[in-house]
């Protein structure tokens, strides 16, 4: 079971930043059927890591990019993401101090990313996508 599918309903306009979110989506699918089947936690750990590399990634690239088109609601959308950033370094040391598991840093991933591409997300979408094509350039 999947627990987020992409559908057109999370497409954001921009097809480079649908690829992206369809890998992040895929990675999450991915970690937790690890973990549903109870495979090796330190492997949906190391799954983690990647996914965390990517994520932030990602989201370092929507910030130059809604920088460099002028985004009017960039600020708010950066605190947005730096509210994620915190979540997830708080979730790391708690991990690291035996308080969270991994499951616990990846349904907090989970539910962030849905609500965000669906909310955030396709709001610079409608701003950005009539004005111009961005180049494919970060898979
Ligand atoms: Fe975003």
Partial sequence: MDLVVWNEELSVGLPVIDGQ?????????????????GEDRKQAGEVLDELSRYAAVHLTYEESL????????LESHVRQHDYYRDQILMLRERHAAGEADVGDLL???IGWFKAHIRDA?????????PREKVPDTAG
């Fill in 21 to 37: 979110h369809k890998k992040l989506i895929g990675m999450m699918n991915a970690d937790y059927n690890a973990l549903r089947k």
């Fill in 66 to 73: 809604l920088e460099r088109r002028g985004y009017p609601e």
């Fill in 107 to 109: 349904k907090f991933m």
């Fill in 121 to 129: 997300d396709q709001r610079y979408g409608s701003f950005l996508s």
